[in-house]
């Protein structure tokens, strides 16, 4: 017997050749891919290299629109343009005329080339194809020669093709090209390619699983390019429910009888207390940037507005790195007289909420499905009518799963995550209000709680995904009561005797609220970071762009 058959067999290897071979083939076809279209512009280059614009009696059909032209030289009727949304099949045969950024470029030999334009985040596929006495080589050479995010005018014809485009949102419709105009001609190597910026981590990372590599765009590069990151689609979305949660807010509160009002951001003293504020000379004088509308909102409703509310910039000048503090953000406040309990404030968070959420449900599909393709993410639980507990019985829950909270201490991060997570385990809910707040921990103009004022407050915060959101609470209106509050909170009652004297004159009991737009807005989506619903975000480490 020989050696060989007296030794034990090995197990069989997993054969693995097949998905390597299957992954270098990808590969390769992709690398073959991108020298066959270099190669075709190249033999496009060579081919026309000898054809100049002077040679070409089509030439006024295409080119570079002087500068001239784009000076406001002559009014147009706007009407004649069509946006790229509006085309559709129905339109087949007729003429139109678009403007929009060149999305992707792809010439097909010598008298062929498809452009893919862009406005406002629809898209649609032209060909530029060489037709007697219409479309020369010279055109179709001046279409590729085009560079990615240029902005053009194309007048064309509509057509159907066959199959769809899956390349464009338009998918069942194509513009026959006759004529091409460059209105703005962007750099040929961008800072960031809109393609890679708008990919989602689970592409990334499924391509790295198949051995491609995606360029991965981080959050610093975005934000230094922000014009260019801004043209994604999920940003294009994020930006238009922004506007909606403005607009929403905005028609609810003036349906219910509030005046919007514009309160000075440039202010003698602190408007919250603390050390979060940032200080400027004024003339010689000591200023500050407002914290929040707060003084100016309450002044207005003793100066018998009733009801009133503002859209503005916050300024806070605290060190905070998290995700969700910027140091100028967007503030939603409003401010009205109550007839008995704080609770009637509440209402209003409750109705209003439930309004908003339902509008950008009902108008935002396309960009919330734009943001939830790179950034997935769940659709928000909330109830017809808001949860309410106690600050107690939040803190009591919390207790139950081991969690301690220091006595008459604010929740942390951590602690507010959690009780978000209890909360839509046992209620179903990730929107709710939690009330009856300790008194340390809240503003020196809230009020005590009638039973217990050395240590409770008539305040409440509201929570989104296990994050607050919302503070407010029942105003002091007493006079001798706001000053003793403000000194117990380290401010010189003398730099706020403006906002205490108002109540000198008869003050109307009144609560309130402030939101931040951008965090309703990030936590909606359920995104990761403030900095991604922040137009142009400023924080500790970023003033620019």
């Known amino acids: 017997m020989s050696s060989s058959e007296t030794q034990e067999q090995a197990p069989p290897q997993p054969d693995n050749s097949a998905a390597i071979s299957k992954k270098a083939a990808k590969k390769e076809a992709a690398k073959q891919e991108k020298l066959r279209r270099k190669q075709e512009l190249a033999a496009l280059s060579a081919t026309t290299s000898n054809l100049s614009v002077d040679d070409d009696p089509l030439a006024s059909n295409y080119g570079d629109i002087p500068l001239v032209e784009l000076q406001s030289k002559t009014p147009v009727d706007v009407n004649n343009w069509s946006r790229i949304e509006t ?15 060149v999305q992707t470029i792809r010439p097909v030999g010598k008298k062929m080339a498809f452009l893919v334009i862009r406005e406002n985040g629809y898209t649609v596929q032209c060909l530029v194809q060489v037709q007697p006495d219409i479309v020369s080589i010279q055109m179709v050479k001046f279409a590729a020669s085009l560079s990615r995010e240029s902005i053009i005018d194309v007048e064309g014809e509509i057509s159907v093709p066959d199959s769809a485009i899956k390349a464009a949102t338009q998918q069942h419709v194509e513009v026959q090209v006759r004529k091409l105009y460059c209105v703005s001609r962007a750099v040929p190597n961008l800072p960031i390619n809109i393609e890679d910026a708008a990919r989602s981590e689970v592409e990334i990372e499924k391509a790295l699983q198949e051995g491609e590599q995606f360029v991965r765009v981080n959050q610093d590069t975005r934000l230094n390019f922000r014009v260019l990151d801004l ?11 922004q506007s909606q949660v403005g607009n929403a807010f905005r028609q609810f509160l003036l349906s219910e ?15 919250e207390g603390g050390a979060a504020v940032f200080r400027l000379d004024y003339k010689g004088q000591p200023a500050c940037l407002a914290q929040s509308p707060q003084l100016h909102k309450q002044m207005s409703l003793c100066g018998d507005l009733g009801r009133v509310f503002e859209i503005g910039p916050v300024f806070r000048a605290e060190d905070s790195y998290t995700h969700r503090h910027l140091c100028e953000f967007t503030g939603l406040d409003i401010e009205m007289e109550i007839k008995k309990h704080y609770f009637e404030v509440m209402d209003i968070v409750d109705r209003l909420f439930v309004t908003l959420f339902d509008s950008l449900n009902q108008n935002c599909q ?20 808001t949860l309410r507990l106690t600050y107690e019985e939040g803190v009591q829950m919390l207790k139950e799963v081991g969690i301690e909270i220091e006595p008459f201490g604010d929740l942390n991060t951590e602690a507010e995550r959690k009780l978000g997570q209890l909360v839509a385990e046992k209620y179903g809910t990730e929107f709710y209000i939690l ?12 009020m005590p709680c009638y039973d217990n004022p050395e240590e409770y407050s008539n305040s409440f915060d509201v929570f989104i995904r296990g994050e607050e959101i919302i503070s407010g609470a029942q ?8 000053e003793k509050r403000a000194e117990a909170w380290g401010i010189d009652v003398k ?23 951008e965090r309703v807005v990030m936590l909606f989506c359920g995104l990761n970071n403030i900095r991604k619903t922040s137009l142009f975000p400023r924080d500790p480490l970023r003033l620019a762009p």
Do not use: C, M, W
């Open 87 to 101: 085309l559709e099949p129905s339109l087949k045969g007729h003429q139109v005329l678009i403007r929009g950024r």
């Open 231 to 241: 043209r994604t689609p999920a940003n294009q979305g994020i930006f238009r429910i």
């Open 257 to 271: 009888g509030f005046v919007e009002i514009h309160t000075p951001k440039l202010i003698a003293g602190s408007s």
């Open 366 to 385: 396309k960009e919330l499905e734009a943001v939830r393709k790179q950034y997935p993410f769940e659709p928000l639980k909330y109830l017809r009518q």
């Open 435 to 446: 009330y009856r707040y300790p008194l340390a921990i809240r503003p020196f103009y809230t």
């Open 475 to 482: 105003r002091v209106h007493k006079p001798d009561l706001l």
């Open 495 to 517: 730099t706020i005797s403006t906002y205490i004297d108002s109540f000198r004159y008869g003050a109307p009991l009144h609560g309130g609220f402030g939101v931040g737009l």
